[in-house]
């Protein structure tokens, strides 16, 4: 049994956490199947979600900004642990958590601007009891792998970001590691620690 936290906008008090309830898989789904063709197949259908997501935002209809590489990026992960990690934790059907709150704060105020007053009302911070399988893992290393996505021009980049991909679910650390903890078993909130989150909005408020 591991003792961790997690924020949610929909997890309630003694409620079980829900691995990728809003069915994001589906997003990053298509990449892998890319990938299992050719890394060709892969730029190909990246460059279209790229112009897809330019004419969304050029009328104004609902996006979100770099989607296309967020989940083209969980693609390429994806894709590298199922051919050689198959008994790791997914990302996309892994709920997240950090072991200390201090870790959570500081995910909380790098995200704190972004939030609505809605959504920082909505979000709820919980001590987890996690019994099973849970994977350590460095962020930066996803954010290495993102802003090669980003940037690429060719599918020769693709090496590199599998290269990342290895690393990360080999638990290893880049030189400023953001540690993150994903687990896909069923979790339950044992501890509403709100008040603590609330402290940390005012703290915000008043700085």
Known sequence: MKVLYHM?????????????YKGYADLAEPFVKALNYSHETFYAMFLNSGYVGAVLAK??????????IKWATEGVFEYIRRKEFP?????L?????????????????????????????????????VDGNYLEADMELFDEAFDLIWDMESPQVLEEVFELARKYFRGER???????ILSDVK?????DLTVVLRQWDSDMKNS
Request: charged share 45%.
């Open 187 to 191: 979790a339950v909130a044992r501890k």
């Open 174 to 180: 880049s030189d400023e590691p953001e540690m993150e």
């Open 59 to 68: 009328y104004d209809l609902k996006g979100l900004p770099t989607h296309e």
């Open 8 to 20: 949610s906008q929909t997890l309630r008090l003694g409620g079980e956490v829900k691995p990728d």
């Open 93 to 129: 059907t892994s709920t997240y958590y950090f072991d200390d709150l201090e870790k959570s704060k500081k995910l909380y105020i790098e995200d704190w601007e972004e939030m609505t007053p809605e959504e920082r009302e909505k979000t709820k911070l919980f001590e987890m009891e």
């Open 87 to 91: 008994d790791a934790c997914s990302r």
